[in-house]
């Protein structure tokens, strides 16, 4: 028993002063040193941007296509043989010009047909009148014989009806004449349907064949398309527009263009209509473009882009949008407190987007604003800008 009290009092004895050593090296002085230099306040390296006052627009793209300002269906208004074309796809074409013609042979035997009865019908009315003046001289005589005594009555009855039967045999060839020149002047037209014009109406007076459906030789209905025609200076850009900007556009509005055929040019253009009604499928509505095209270097069916200003701010708060962040789901900025080495939190309403221009509005937001490097960034945290930064504090972004 005395020596199990014994070992009992050297455990004790033992595990103090293990304790004792234990505190004693954590307070010595070199750990204390060591302490100090874990809690020395590091400098977050940053990137900085001066906060603008100016203006911004809001521009919204939009993709879209181009089509032909306007076009005409060549078409044949009788039936036959292409017999020519004289044009083919990208030739110039005039209004009212000729392009090509159907076989006339039979077009011509029916006018040469509308001739000749026309001709008997002519002669019929001929024999009608030299009838109806037969008619009219024996009545004539007939009344003078009875006024004498000499023809009775029933005699001049008859040569009364005689006489009005001509008179109705000569109105009734009058009336076959008439239709017999409706019948060769609408022969005659048919004829000239057989020359195939380009007869369009409004716009300009040359256009372009776009199309060509038929070749030389083969058999065409009434109506059946020849040639497309169109017109290609001005174009028509057509793009589709959402809800929330539908209010903001109206005729009249400017338009800079671009196209994958051309990446590095722009062409200008204007609203010239916008559709009074959004398409159920999509909820977008149709809006047109008017764009110059001189030197018809733009053509139907590109893909193009549109970019419209649908509103503009001045003298407004601008930061770069790199700038914003979030902290407790509130959108705000850092911005470098007066000493130029350590920064602030401001929260900010976003308003207008320009690319990577963004305009906000706050409290006091003016100064150097923090770009790069905020995530890690908290409340009165101390900075490092580079020095090639820290020269143009206060400077305005020019852009």
Same mark, same amino acid.
């Given at each position: 028993?005395?020596?199990?009290?014994?070992?009992?009092?050297?455990?004790?004895?033992?595990?103090?002063?293990?304790?004792?050593?234990?505190?004693?090296?954590?307070?010595?002085?070199?750990?204390?040193?060591?302490?100090?230099?874990?809690?020395?306040?590091?400098?977050?390296?940053?990137?900085?941007?001066?906060?603008?006052?100016?203006?911004?627009?809001?521009?919204?793209?939009?993709?879209?296509?181009?089509?032909?300002?306007?076009?005409?269906?060549?078409?044949?208004?009788?039936?036959?043989?292409?017999?020519?074309?004289?044009?083919?796809?990208?030739?110039?074409?005039?209004?009212?010009?000729?392009?090509?013609?159907?076989?006339?042979?039979?077009?011509?035997?029916?006018?040469?047909?509308?001739?000749?009865?026309?001709?008997?019908?002519?002669?019929?009315?001929?024999?009608?009148?030299?009838?109806?003046?037969?008619?009219?001289?024996?009545?004539?005589?007939?009344?003078?014989?009875?006024?004498?005594?000499?023809?009775?009555?029933?005699?001049?009855?008859?040569?009364?009806?005689?006489?009005?039967?001509?008179?109705?045999?000569?109105?009734?060839?009058?009336?076959?004449?008439?239709?017999?020149?409706?019948?060769?002047?609408?022969?005659?037209?048919?004829?000239?349907?057989?020359?195939?014009?380009?007869?369009?109406?409004?716009?300009?007076?040359?256009?372009?064949?776009?199309?060509?459906?038929?070749?030389?030789?083969?058999?065409?209905?009434?109506?059946?398309?020849?040639?497309?025609?169109?017109?290609?200076?001005?174009?028509?850009?057509?793009?589709?527009?959402?809800?929330?900007?539908?209010?903001?556009?109206?005729?009249?509005?400017?338009?800079?263009?671009?196209?994958?055929?051309?990446?590095?040019?722009?062409?200008?253009?204007?609203?010239?209509?916008?559709?009074?009604?959004?398409?159920?499928?999509?909820?977008?509505?149709?809006?047109?473009?008017?764009?110059?095209?001189?030197?018809?270097?733009?053509?139907?069916?590109?893909?193009?882009?549109?970019?419209?200003? /649908? *509103?503009?701010?001045?003298?407004?708060? %601008?930061?770069?949008? &790199? $700038? +914003?962040? #979030?902290?407790?789901?509130?959108?705000?900025?850092?911005?470098?407190?007066?000493?130029?080495?350590?920064?602030?939190?401001?929260?900010?309403?976003?308003?207008?987007?320009?690319?990577?221009?963004?305009?906000?509005?706050?409290?006091?937001?003016?100064?150097?604003?923090?770009?790069?490097?905020?995530?890690? /960034? *908290?409340?009165?945290?101390?900075?490092? %800008?580079?020095?090639? &930064? $820290? +020269?143009? #504090?206060?400077?305005?972004?020019?852009?």
């Amino acid at each position: 028993m005395k020596i199990t009290a014994t070992k009992s009092l050297l455990l004790i004895a033992l595990a103090a002063g293990l304790m004792t050593w234990f505190w004693a090296g954590n307070n010595s002085p070199r750990d204390n040193k060591s302490g100090n230099n874990s809690n020395k306040v590091r400098n977050i390296p940053v990137e900085v941007r001066p906060v603008e006052v100016g203006s911004i627009d809001l521009r919204r793209t939009f993709s879209g296509a181009l089509e032909p300002r306007a076009e005409f269906i060549v078409a044949p208004k009788v039936a036959g043989r292409v017999e020519q074309l004289s044009v083919n796809i990208s030739d110039a074409v005039k209004r009212d010009q000729i392009v090509g013609a159907l076989d006339n042979d039979e077009y011509v035997q029916l006018v040469d047909q509308a001739r000749a009865t026309l001709a008997v019908a002519k002669a019929n009315l001929a024999e009608a009148r030299s009838a109806e003046g037969i008619a009219n001289r024996e009545l004539k005589r007939i009344k003078t014989l009875q006024q004498r005594g000499v023809a009775s009555e029933s005699q001049l009855d008859v040569a009364t009806a005689n006489q009005l039967t001509n008179k109705v045999k000569v109105e009734v060839a009058k009336a076959e004449v008439s239709y017999a020149e409706s019948a060769l002047e609408t022969a005659l037209t048919r004829l000239g349907y057989t020359q195939i014009t380009a007869g369009w109406s409004g716009g300009n007076g040359q256009r372009i064949v776009a199309e060509r459906y038929v070749d030389e030789g083969e058999m065409v209905a009434v109506n059946t398309p020849l040639l497309r025609i169109v017109e290609l200076d001005p174009m028509t850009g057509v793009v589709f527009v959402a809800e929330r900007d539908y209010g903001l556009l109206q005729p009249g509005q400017k338009a800079v263009l671009t196209t994958d055929a051309f990446p590095n040019e722009e062409f200008l253009g204007q609203i010239e209509r916008i559709a009074p009604i959004f398409k159920q499928a999509t909820r977008q509505a149709r809006v047109e473009l008017t764009i110059d095209n001189p030197q018809q270097r733009l053509k139907p069916g590109m893909f193009i882009r549109a970019t419209v200003v /649908l *509103d503009q701010k001045t003298n407004v708060t %601008i930061v770069p949008e &790199q $700038s +914003l962040a #979030t902290r407790d789901n509130q959108t705000g900025i850092f911005l470098v407190n007066a000493d130029g080495s350590s920064v602030q939190w401001h929260q900010v309403i976003v308003g207008i987007r320009d690319g990577d221009r963004v305009e906000v509005s706050g409290e006091n937001i003016t100064g150097q604003v923090v770009t790069l490097g905020q995530h890690m /960034l *908290d409340d009165n945290a101390t900075i490092s %800008i580079p020095s090639d &930064q $820290s +020269l143009k #504090t206060g400077q305005k972004d020019s852009r």
